[in-house]
């Protein structure tokens, strides 16, 4: 009898935590998917982007590894999602953003039967010949939209001085009608030789270069920011951040007047960060990008 009901007591047991699971997995909340994500992180990020020392509501994050290095801007911005998402998902927009960058000298979209990418040129801050600058070729994704959420992403197995796995995302989440929330992220990894070439690089014309993240004590009164490979990092996230928002800015504005507007746009908002983002003045910065754009439009 004590083994009959003993075995009754192990069925009803049993049953009754299948129920339980089954109950839970009928009250569990679906895997979250990349739109609730970003929301997610826009509530966990919400405080540091109310007291964000960047005048805008704004964060940059930055990780150094031995063999990469990671940048991640995350930004509330007043652009109604379509608008973001005319930018992230077209080719020719991420072009218009990208040569805004002082050291992107070209930057033409190429459609092939396995798919589109963007052939870039990366050089110096100064006008050069296209034959001077590395060429990277970015295959380029983008997400099918939905009406919260949009992503694009560009990947390049080789970079310049050496680096491999060059990439740039830009992933994006309505929060109201005319406000959504950005994360970009730039990231590369290199091996002995790139990091070599890299801080041969820093510890000439970019050794007195800085980044945002500051590593002081707190209570200094002058601030002190990374340097390195980790500071040239955030300062070229910020310049690409910077682009992008650049292009959004002017979309309402007239084709033909577009380009200009975005070439005034991005270097006021980079000189707010004169500190780490300036190089040239803006007479030259405007010449050569003129110039450059002039060449990214001609015909082949």
């Keep these: 009898m004590n083994a009959r009901y003993a075995w009754r007591g192990a069925i009803r047991r049993s049953v009754h935590a299948l129920g339980l699971v089954a109950a839970a997995l009928l009250v569990a909340p679906a895997q979250a998917g990349p739109a609730e994500a970003l929301r997610a992180r826009h509530a966990a990020l919400a405080a540091a982007l109310d007291r964000s020392p960047f005048g805008q509501r704004l964060l940059l994050e ?9 940048g991640d801007i995350y930004a509330l911005v007043d652009y109604a999602l379509p608008g ?4 992230v998902t077209s080719p020719r927009y991420w072009c218009d953003a990208l040569i805004l960058h002082p050291n992107v000298k070209y930057c033409r979209p190429l459609v092939r039967a396995d798919g589109t990418s963007l052939s870039v040129a990366i050089g110096r801050k100064v006008d050069q010949p296209l034959d001077a600058a590395y060429r ?11 009406t919260d959420y949009v ?9 310049p001085l050496g680096t491999t796995h060059y990439r740039i995302t830009l992933e994006a989440v309505a929060l109201e009608p005319d406000r959504s929330f950005v994360h970009l992220r730039y990231s590369y990894q290199f091996g002995l030789e790139a990091r070599l070439a890299m801080e041969a690089y820093l510890a000439t014309g970019g050794r007195e270069k800085v980044g ?9 009164r002058e601030p002190i920011y990374i340097g390195g490979l980790r500071g040239a990092l955030e300062r070229n996230t910020m310049r690409y951040y910077l682009a992008v928002e650049a292009c959004l800015a002017t979309l309402g504005a007239p084709s033909a007047q577009r380009f200009e507007q975005s ?4 270097y006021t908002a980079s000189e707010r960060y004169a500190r780490q983002l300036h190089d040239v003045e803006r007479p030259a910065y405007v010449a050569m990008k003129r110039s450059e754009y002039s060449r990214q439009q001609a015909p082949d």
């Design 62 to 70: 930055s990780v150094e590894s031995p063999h990469a290095l990671q």
């Design 84 to 87: 973001v998402t005319s930018v």
């Design 136 to 146: 990277v070729e970015f295959a380029f994704a983008a997400s099918a939209p939905t």
């Design 151 to 159: 992503a694009a992403d560009l990947q390049a197995d080789k970079g």
């Design 212 to 220: 945002f993240t500051r590593v002081d004590s707190p209570g200094v």
């Design 263 to 266: 070439l005034e746009r991005w």
